[in-house]
């Protein structure tokens, strides 16, 4: 079975002169009415075709979409919900604008559907709006697909566990972060996640492939639904809709399919005119080497930068507390003395986490001096993340500044004030292979 540039047009054959039956005309008007106004105005939909300039877009470019109608989407939220309901370009899909959002986009596709029904009752079909509007939706599921699919198959989206997280209790976690940590833990397998459904997204916008690769998108974003529902990410209503859409795009097939793989029938492919088939497969062509050259640029970039690719601190790793000195008085390492540390793990430049004897981890902003040996902490401002690149410097009052000592490669001694008062640390470095996790390694048979 293939596809042609009609590759999903109602199959009732597009030069027969037969008519649809009135319950296909309305469910096309609504469709075409709510998928159409969902794909315009909904945040993220697009952005994976502006992905290339992401670098001097300002940061609301992912909420552009939705800014003319966030006055209306405000009014409904706060009048008819109770809530406040603002774009948020951090958000990407369950917060309350974007619910508001499908309510409003719901209510007016309902509404423009019933008035395009009694205004064009006389109409039969609408096969040259049909194949417009499934082009759309595929140029939007496939930028979607691109965007999630390249930063999994460059691993960014969920980047390998950092080192911090090796000593947190499994029930601190979020369940998104259990999720998080488990691919990221797996590259190869966070690839080939990112892998089929970037196939997925080329095939789409390959015209004899569109009905495989709407096929494969269902089956992609299905898989990404459970795992938005089970594990609480945030990404619930958008994967719905991906869903749906793949649903949309393979429903005027749904009798080819039927015959092809459950009755075992001959069919055949749709006939359309050579120009139309020529500029549709450009424009498709076009838009699949954009988005690959647009999202895989992008994501090359930010494997150096957060991703495995990106540098890391010169004291990288998890040192273990031996001995705490405060004040010239040695102090024992008691689980109920929260003043001393117990673990100290170096991960990003710019970043340290001290570990309590409480077990409690503590981020902080860390400038490492190496030429003088020198280590500068300093506690981020309440709701700012305690990085903010590799050529931060502490800008607010620092509360520790320690000189290091490295003998040995295993071995540091840190000296110097802490909160007032004059410290001595030494640790050891702690053996990655100490971890199970870290030291298993695949096995073709195990016992």
């Given amino acids: 079975m293939t596809a042609t540039e009609t590759d999903l047009a109602p199959d009732t054959g597009r030069h027969a002169d037969?008519?649809?039956n009135p319950v296909t005309r309305i469910v096309f008007r609504f469709c075409f009415s709510?998928?159409?106004?969902?794909?315009?105005?909904?945040?993220?939909m697009w952005f994976s075709y502006l992905i290339a300039f992401r670098r001097v877009l300002p940061d609301d470019a992912t909420v552009w979409s939705a800014r003319p109608v966030a006055p209306i989407v405000g009014w409904v939220g706060r009048h008819l919900f109770g809530?406040?309901?603002v774009p948020n370009p951090y958000s990407q899909g369950d917060d309350p604008f974007e619910w508001v959002l499908v309510f409003c986009i719901l209510v007016a596709a309902v509404a423009v559907t019933v008035m395009?029904?009694?205004?064009?009752?006389?109409?039969?079909?609408?096969?040259?709006p049909a194949d417009g509007f499934l082009l759309a939706m595929r140029l939007a599921l496939a930028g979607q697909m691109f965007y999630y699919g390249v930063a999994k198959l460059i691993p960014n989206q969920m980047p390998e566990p950092p080192l911090a997280t090796w000593l947190q209790r499994f029930g601190d976690f979020s369940p998104d972060m259990v999720l998080w940590n488990q691919v990221g833990y797996s590259q190869p397998y966070e690839m080939l996640l990112g892998a089929a459904e970037v196939l997925g997204g080329v095939l789409l916008l390959l015209p004899r492939t569109a009905v495989l690769g709407a096929m494969l998108c269902l089956a992609d974003m299905a898989q990404v639904f459970v795992l938005n529902m089970t594990f609480g990410v945030s990404v619930k209503l958008l994967s719905a809709h991906l869903i749906?859409?793949?649903?949309?795009?393979?429903?005027?097939?749904?009798?080819?399919?039927?015959?092809?793989?459950?009755?075992g029938r001959a069919t055949a492919a749709v006939p359309g005119g050579r120009r139309s088939r020529r500029t549709i497969t450009t424009l498709q062509v076009a838009a699949l080497i954009w988005l690959a050259v647009g999202n895989?640029?992008?994501?090359?970039?930010?494997?150096?930068?957060?991703?495995?690719?990106?540098?890391?601190?010169?004291?990288y790793g998890i040192w273990e507390v031996t001995s705490f000195d405060r004040d010239g008085?040695?102090?024992?390492?008691l689980l109920t003395d929260r003043d001393l540390w117990r673990r100290i793990v170096f991960d990003d430049p710019d970043t340290m986490t001290y570990q309590q004897t409480d077990d409690r981890l503590v981020p902080v902003i860390a400038h490492i001096d190496t030429a003088a040996h020198r280590v500068t902490l300093s506690r981020p401002d309440p709701g700012s993340a305690p990085s903010e690149g590799p050529d931060h410097h502490p800008s607010g009052?620092?509360?520790?500044?320690?000189?290091?000592?490295?003998?040995?490669?295993?071995?540091?001694?840190?000296?110097?004030?802490?909160?007032?008062?004059?410290v001595t640390i030494t640790l050891d470095l702690v053996d990655p292979a100490s971890f199970p996790l870290r030291a298993s390694r695949f096995q073709w048979v195990q016992r």
């Fill in 329 to 333: 008085q040695s102090r024992p390492l």
């Fill in 397 to 422: 009052s620092s509360f520790a500044v320690l000189d290091y000592q490295r003998p040995e490669p295993n071995h540091l001694r840190l000296t110097g004030d802490l909160d007032g008062h004059h």
């Fill in 116 to 128: 395009w029904s009694l205004l064009d009752r006389r109409r039969t079909e609408y096969r040259g």
């Fill in 244 to 263: 749906l859409l793949s649903v949309v795009l393979l429903a005027p097939r749904t009798r080819q399919l039927l015959d092809a793989v459950v009755l």
């Fill in 83 to 85: 809530v406040s309901a």
């Fill in 296 to 315: 895989g640029y992008q994501n090359w970039r930010l494997w150096y930068e957060i991703g495995g690719g990106r540098p890391v601190s010169a004291l």
């Fill in 18 to 20: 037969h008519a649809w």
């Fill in 34 to 44: 709510y998928f159409g106004l969902f794909c315009l105005f909904f945040p993220w």
